[in-house]
């Protein structure tokens, strides 16, 4: 998992640089999670997210990755990810029908209930519990967090477009992880993105 996090990490810097100063020139809104719909919008289909509480609940009835949008109401690239990538028609379309999709603001000062745990807002980290177990203590916004069916949150941090997130979500989508190694997987990948 090293090798897939220095992977994706390294190429959302390259990209990170790039984008900030772009994103700084154009001064165009980014999209907005709906709380109440738990849509996100931006140029293309819309995600539906749902809560923690909501893919434990799915879980107990089929059990299938989840996929965690760790995100800051501040972060600038955590809105871009909505916009370009979780607004992507396909990228929607996969996510929807191979994970159970999740919105986490990792500074919420709810209390998550999440595989017998109870989590809570740190205020010496300035974010909840949960967030700091998703991320292995490593706080970057945004963090791509994919649990596998029984398994533990794999994070991977960094702003992704679709077809960087597509490589990502389809070794777990399509039951690879614990299978084959990710680099042997990327090898042989044929992206459709």
């Given at each position: 998992?090293?090798?897939?996090?220095?992977?994706?990490?390294l190429g959302?810097?390259?990209?990170?640089?790039?984008?900030l100063?772009?994103l700084?020139?154009s001064?165009?809104?980014a999209?907005?999670?709906?709380?109440?719909?738990?849509k996100?919008?931006?140029?293309?289909e819309?995600m539906?997210?749902?809560?923690?509480?909501?893919?434990?609940?799915?879980l107990?009835?089929?059990?299938?990755?989840?996929?965690i949008?760790?995100?800051?109401?501040?972060?600038?690239?955590?809105?871009q990810?909505?916009?370009?990538?979780?607004?992507n028609?396909?990228?929607?379309?996969?996510l929807?029908?191979?994970?159970?999709?999740?919105?986490?603001?990792?500074?919420?000062?709810?209390?998550?209930k999440?595989?017998?745990?109870?989590?809570?807002?740190?205020?010496?980290?300035?974010?909840?519990?949960?967030?700091?177990?998703?991320?292995?203590?490593?706080?970057?916004f945004?963090t791509?967090?994919?649990?596998?069916?029984g398994g533990?949150?794999?994070?991977?941090?960094?702003?992704m477009?679709?077809?960087?997130?597509?490589?990502?979500?389809?070794?777990f989508?399509?039951?690879?992880?614990g299978?084959?190694s990710?680099?042997?997987?990327?090898?042989s990948?044929k992206?459709?993105?």
């Open positions: 998992m090293n090798q897939l996090k220095r992977t994706f990490f959302a810097f390259g990209v990170g640089l790039t984008g100063l772009w700084l020139a001064g165009k809104p999209s907005v999670v709906d709380a109440g719909t738990g996100a919008s931006g140029s293309g819309t539906t997210w749902m809560s923690i509480e909501e893919a434990a609940g799915k107990e009835k089929e059990q299938r990755p989840v996929l949008d760790l995100y800051t109401t501040w972060c600038g690239w955590c809105k990810m909505d916009k370009k990538t979780y607004s028609k396909k990228v929607a379309a996969y929807q029908e191979k994970f159970y999709p999740v919105k986490v603001d990792a500074e919420t000062h709810a209390t998550i999440w595989g017998g745990r109870t989590f809570q807002f740190n205020p010496n980290y300035r974010a909840n519990e949960f967030a700091l177990y998703l991320a292995h203590g490593q706080l970057e945004p791509t967090i994919i649990i596998p069916p533990e949150p794999q994070a991977i941090p960094g702003y477009e679709p077809k960087e997130l597509e490589l990502l979500v389809k070794y989508g399509e039951g690879k992880y299978q084959v990710f680099d042997q997987y990327q090898r990948f992206p459709s993105w």
